[in-house]
């Protein structure tokens, strides 16, 4: 495959996309005088329209997408998005209200905010839901905040969360943000958390129990109303990571699983074009102890209006500008109710169906290190084809070649090798069966040629990328000497 230049490569001295006619009116100079313009970029590209958009759209093309295909990050739930969302969120009134508009001009607006966390309340069975948080990481260190200003109220701020070694790493990370130490506790044989381990742990100086459920192996925590009843015991509170929610909707609640804060990703749950950054939200929704230090603002219903309420003495204020991301709240709304209360219920059965053919089908070929029912996603590991000496990097990278995005690979920690994938509602009978047919020729490969696996993708623009080195010696500006750069 031909490598695509950097469009510095392509830039001669002199060359523009397109050029104006004289003027034939006086240039007024003096009306830019205070505007920070430059005549020129030093080492900006000079190219004609032709090159730019061939460019820009043959580097298109060498994108993945969920819209081209099979996707199975695990954990990430990168289902495809229903293009209904998309208009939904681009009617004027949504994409261009002023963030600054007032409560009066915006009704429509507040109705969605207060119509998506009532839906929300319903579907996770919870008192009240802010809508503010960013991100699952974001809405993580909110909860915590939310628990924090609870118990110091109380007199008793307390010193630890607990947290099961499957966790995703944001886990530990928001707990300490907020302040907290971190203690590990161990899963039992089965993926679950040990019980009898966690009494143990469950000192006075534990503020939460921060758990997954489904749990990062795809496995249901089933002990979860004792381990409810164990932290509250204690006088800790019981944080669930809900980003695995695409399992459970319509067929259990957090809330009844006595859960007291819980946060959501929107952007998988409840569709959103995630990956690269996009813009996600992470709404966060408490029981009625922990609803008054919610973030401000909240949206409440007054004489029939909705107003955006500041004044809230015990909140722990604002958590993100405005009210948080917006447009994303727009397509989550268009999805539920698109959906409606039966189509979540069957979303979340299909997910489970897939992820499960997915985990038969290739059970013996792949290691399955928790062979456990598992629901929305299955972790597999290398461990078969270690002894040939192949990893899971050089599995993740082959698949590469046959056209599918690999699963996400070393994590959860507890399994090494691991394979995590997910193939969420959205997959036909097909596609799984093309992925499956992909995975078990790589087995067979692993076996007979190894080497190939090695050197893997053979098919893609850039072979083996070192993995740190954007990060560790970030290049942010193209110089000449750079023409024939190395890439290794
Ligand atoms: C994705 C994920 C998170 C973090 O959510 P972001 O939206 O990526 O910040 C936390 N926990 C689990 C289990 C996740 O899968």
Same mark, same amino acid.
């Given at each position: 495959?031909?490598?695509?230049?950097?469009?510095? &490569?392509?830039?001669?001295?002199?060359?523009?996309?397109?050029?104006?006619?004289?003027?034939?009116?006086?240039?007024?100079?003096?009306?830019l005088?205070?505007?920070?313009?430059?005549?020129e970029?030093?080492?900006?590209?000079?190219?004609?329209?032709?090159?730019?958009?061939?460019?820009?759209?043959?580097?298109?093309?060498l994108?993945?997408?969920?819209?081209?295909?099979?996707?199975?990050?695990?954990?990430?739930?990168?289902?495809?998005?229903?293009?209904v969302?998309?208009?939904?969120?681009?009617?004027?009134?949504?994409?261009?209200?002023?963030?600054?508009?007032?409560?009066?001009?915006?009704?429509?607006?507040?109705?969605?905010?207060?119509?998506?966390?009532?839906?929300l309340?319903?579907?996770?069975?919870m008192?009240?839901?802010t809508?503010?948080?960013?991100?699952?990481? @974001?809405?993580?260190?909110?909860?915590?905040?939310?628990?924090r200003?609870?118990?110091?109220?109380?007199g008793?701020?307390?010193?630890?969360?607990?947290?099961?070694?499957?966790?995703?790493?944001?886990?530990?990370s928001?707990?300490?943000?907020?302040?907290?130490?971190?203690?590990?506790?161990?899963?039992?044989?089965?993926?679950?958390?040990?019980?009898?381990?966690?009494?143990?742990?469950?000192?006075?100086?534990?503020?939460?129990?921060?758990?997954?459920?489904?749990?990062?192996?795809?496995?249901? &925590?089933?002990?979860?109303k004792?381990?409810?009843?164990?932290?509250?015991?204690?006088?800790?509170?019981?944080?669930?990571?809900?980003?695995?929610?695409?399992?459970?909707c319509g067929?259990?609640?957090?809330?009844?699983?006595?859960?007291?804060?819980i @946060?959501?990703?929107?952007?998988?749950?409840?569709?959103?074009? @995630?990956?690269?950054?996009?813009?996600?939200?992470?709404p966060?929704?408490?029981?009625?102890?922990?609803?008054?230090?919610?973030?401000?603002?909240?949206?409440?219903?007054?004489?029939?209006?909705?107003?955006?309420?500041?004044?809230?003495?015990?909140?722990?204020?604002?958590?993100?500008?405005?009210?948080?991301?917006?447009?994303?709240?727009?397509?989550?709304?268009?999805?539920?109710?698109s959906?409606?209360?039966?189509?979540?219920?069957?979303?979340?059965?299909?997910a489970?169906?897939?992820?499960?053919?997915?985990?038969?089908?290739?059970?013996?070929?792949?290691?399955?290190?928790?062979?456990?029912?598992t629901?929305?996603?299955?972790?597999?590991?290398?461990?078969?084809?270690?002894?040939?000496?192949?990893?899971?990097?050089?599995?993740?990278k082959?698949?590469?070649?046959?056209?599918?995005?690999?699963?996400?690979?070393?994590?959860?920690?507890?399994?090494?090798?691991?394979?995590?994938i997910?193939?969420? &509602?959205?997959?036909?009978?097909?596609?799984?069966?093309?992925?499956?047919?992909?995975?078990?020729?790589i087995?067979?490969?692993?076996?007979?040629?190894? &080497?190939?696996l090695?050197?893997a993708? @053979?098919?893609?623009?850039?072979?083996r990328?070192?993995?740190?080195?954007?990060?560790?010696?970030?290049?942010?500006?193209?110089?000449?000497?750079?023409?024939?750069?190395?890439?290794?």
């Amino acid at each position: 495959m031909n490598r695509e230049p950097l469009i510095f &490569e392509v830039s001669d001295k002199g060359k523009r996309a397109f050029r104006l006619p004289k003027l034939d009116v006086p240039f007024r100079k003096d009306l830019l005088e205070n505007c920070p313009l430059r005549r020129e970029v030093e080492g900006f590209p000079q190219v004609s329209e032709v090159e730019i958009v061939r460019h820009f759209t043959r580097l298109s093309q060498l994108n993945y997408a969920v819209d081209i295909g099979f996707y199975p990050l695990g954990s990430c739930t990168m289902k495809y998005n229903p293009k209904v969302n998309e208009r939904a969120a681009a009617l004027p009134g949504f994409a261009g209200v002023h963030p600054l508009a007032p409560a009066e001009y915006a009704q429509g607006c507040l109705e969605v905010i207060k119509r998506t966390e009532e839906l929300l309340c319903e579907i996770a069975g919870m008192d009240a839901f802010t809508l503010q948080p960013a991100a699952g990481a @974001h809405g993580e260190l909110v909860g915590m905040m939310l628990i924090r200003a609870r118990l110091t109220d109380r007199g008793d701020p307390r010193k630890v969360v607990l947290i099961p070694d499957s966790a995703h790493g944001t886990n530990p990370s928001s707990a300490h943000l907020c302040g907290y130490q971190v203690r590990e506790i161990k899963s039992d044989g089965r993926g679950r958390v040990d019980v009898a381990g966690l009494e143990r742990a469950l000192t006075p100086d534990v503020a939460a129990l921060m758990l997954t459920n489904p749990n990062t192996l795809g496995v249901f &925590e089933t002990e979860i109303k004792k381990i409810a009843a164990l932290v509250h015991d204690r006088g800790a509170f019981l944080y669930m990571d809900g980003a695995n929610m695409n399992a459970l909707c319509g067929i259990c609640r957090p809330g009844d699983m006595d859960v007291d804060v819980i @946060h959501l990703n929107l952007h998988k749950t409840f569709s959103t074009p @995630h990956g690269g950054g996009g813009p996600g939200a992470g709404p966060v929704g408490v029981k009625k102890e922990l609803a008054p230090y919610l973030p401000v603002p909240v949206v409440v219903r007054k004489e029939g209006r909705l107003v955006a309420e500041e004044d809230r003495p015990e909140s722990i204020g604002r958590v993100r500008t405005f009210n948080g991301n917006f447009l994303v709240v727009v397509k989550a709304l268009a999805y539920i109710l698109s959906l409606g209360a039966e189509g979540l219920r069957e979303m979340s059965e299909v997910a489970v169906l897939n992820a499960n053919y997915i985990r038969k089908s290739l059970e013996g070929i792949y290691h399955l290190q928790y062979p456990a029912p598992t629901l929305h996603e299955c972790v597999f590991s290398d461990k078969l084809q270690k002894p040939h000496g192949v990893s899971n990097l050089d599995i993740a990278k082959r698949l590469i070649d046959y056209g599918v995005h690999p699963p996400t690979m070393s994590f959860p920690l507890i399994v090494p090798g691991a394979l995590m994938i997910e193939p969420t &509602e959205t997959e036909p009978r097909r596609e799984l069966d093309v992925f499956i047919e992909a995975m078990k020729a790589i087995a067979r490969e692993a076996k007979e040629s190894p &080497e190939l696996l090695k050197s893997a993708p @053979h098919a893609a623009p850039v072979r083996r990328l070192n993995e740190t080195a954007a990060a560790r010696n970030p290049v942010l500006r193209w110089t000449e000497d750079m023409k024939e750069p190395s890439r290794t």
